[in-house]
């Protein structure tokens, strides 16, 4: 049982780039969320989801995209990369106890 | 809306020295509370929970107790070890309004440091 995996775990794009960020979980949980997470921020949600085939957008959704074609797989994809998205990126999932759990976090510099 | 707020950081202590973190909340509902921490080059994970007023929550020797008429849910330890240096998040999420998302709303983070 490996909980939440998030790949890659480390990544440098050059502006304009795009990428995608996978998370996978096993816990067969309906929710999952993307995080942003940066020096004295704290976390903000980017996006989320209810379940397989849905998504929405949290506090900070812009220049980013995501989707949920598999119930355990939320994809977070950034189409043109700017400098102000470099941050560490968190994955999370939950069931209806709302404790969410999370990965190990994906670190993105876009130079 | 519903805010979490914490003291700031970062805190700093001596090894077996006692801690505190300090955390208010502001709901509309009935959250459920909670504390993580986050070790340094990791992820979030659950430190301990508190469902409904009064209930205390306790894990590796931190506890918190939901406090309704204070909105409080402090964090504490007795005698905190170097390895418990760590940033830690207070959160809360209100069943009563959750509806179908199960957000949770964060405070901003303690980075505690302790010395050997």
């Not at chain 2, 909670?34 to 409904?52: C, I, R």
């Not at chain 2, 939901?66 to 999420?93: I, N, P």
Request: charged share 20%.
């Amino acid at each position: 049982n490996a909980g939440v995996t998030q790949t890659p775990k480390f990544r440098v794009l050059k502006t304009g780039q795009s990428m995608t960020l996978l998370c996978a979980q096993d816990m067969n949980h309906e929710y999952m969320y993307w995080y942003r997470q940066d020096p004295g921020m704290g976390l903000r949600l980017i996006h989320y989801s209810v379940g397989e085939g849905t998504t929405a957008k949290g506090e900070v959704p812009d220049g980013y995209n995501v989707s949920r074609l598999k119930k355990q797989n939320f994809l977070l994809g950034l189409e043109s990369a700017a400098p102000s998205q470099t941050s560490v990126y968190f994955c999370a999932s939950t069931t209806m106890t709302d404790t969410q759990y999370f990965g190990p976090g994906t670190r993105l510099t876009v130079l | 809306g519903d805010s979490v707020t914490q003291m700031e950081g970062p805190v700093t202590l001596s090894e077996e020295a006692f801690l505190t973190i300090n955390c208010t909340y502001t709901a509309t509902g009935y959250p459920s509370l909670f504390w993580y921490v986050q070790y340094p080059g990791e992820g979030l994970q659950l430190l301990l929970k508190a469902t409904k007023a009064d209930d205390k929550g306790s894990n590796k020797g931190f506890e918190a107790t939901y406090r309704k008429e204070t909105t409080s849910f402090h964090l504490e330890k007795g005698s905190v070890q170097v390895s418990d240096s760590a940033v830690y998040f207070c959160a809360l999420s209100d069943q009563a309004r959750a509806g179908n998302n199960r957000k949770l709303i964060w405070g901003l983070g303690t980075s505690l440091a302790v010395n050997p």
